[in-house]
């Protein structure tokens, strides 16, 4: 079995059935339910309306890698292709900060 996961592009292209947990919250959310998720990330003020209006203007990975700039507090200049990309680079910045006080 390939167990590959993945990419942005795809998981934004599909379209989750009844019942399932998994999708682009930034193409499959509410708006009321992606405020609140981005919200408990503490995501919010002006980089929630930036994320907001690249959604409602379908540049769903755009929005992600503005959350991810607002979440961890750098920039991002690669953006954001793939899940697993946000997780490492993620790590990366968090485990840097544990080992350098200065962050």
Request: charged fraction near 20%.
């Amino acid at each position: 079995m390939d167990y590959t996961p993945y990419s942005c592009q795809k998981i934004i292209s599909s379209t989750p059935g009844v019942g399932d947990h998994h999708g682009c919250p930034y193409r499959h959310f509410s708006e009321e339910n992606l405020r609140a998720a981005l919200g408990k990330m503490g995501v919010g003020g002006r980089a929630m309306e930036d994320v907001m209006n690249k959604v409602r203007n379908r540049h769903y990975q755009l929005a992600c890698t503005l959350t991810f700039e607002a979440v961890h507090g750098t920039s991002c200049d690669a953006g954001i292709n793939h899940p697993n990309q946000y997780f490492i680079d993620s790590q990366k910045i968090l485990n840097s900060s544990k080992t350098d006080p200065s962050r």
